[in-house]
């Protein structure tokens, strides 16, 4: 069984391309950057610039190619583990 980097990696993406992983990429998203969006609406909201310019900071740095727009990712499959109540390792 010898895959190539390529076959891998296919392999690897289509096991997010299921509507329940998709699910718990968006809270695993949400867990991450919401915090930072939720900072932003309270600085609008009361005219704070400290809470404006630590969620817009924020999310800069996340979408700069520094890549820790990959952390979601990462912690997908354990909530996808946790949401769906899988036993043993996700794929």
Request: hydrophobic share 55%; proline share 3%; no cysteine.
């Amino acid at each position: 069984m010898n895959e190539t980097k390529k076959e891998k990696f296919k392999r690897f993406i289509k096991s997010y391309l299921t509507w329940k992983m998709l699910i718990s990429l968006a809270i695993a998203w949400l867990i991450f950057i919401g915090w930072a969006i939720v900072f932003i609406i309270i600085g609008l909201i009361t005219n704070n610039a400290w809470f404006y310019s630590i969620g817009i900071g924020f999310i800069t740095w996340v979408i700069l190619p520094n890549g820790t727009f990959l952390i979601p990712f990462s912690i997908t499959p354990f909530i996808h583990k946790i949401l769906f109540n899988i036993k043993g390792e996700v794929k």
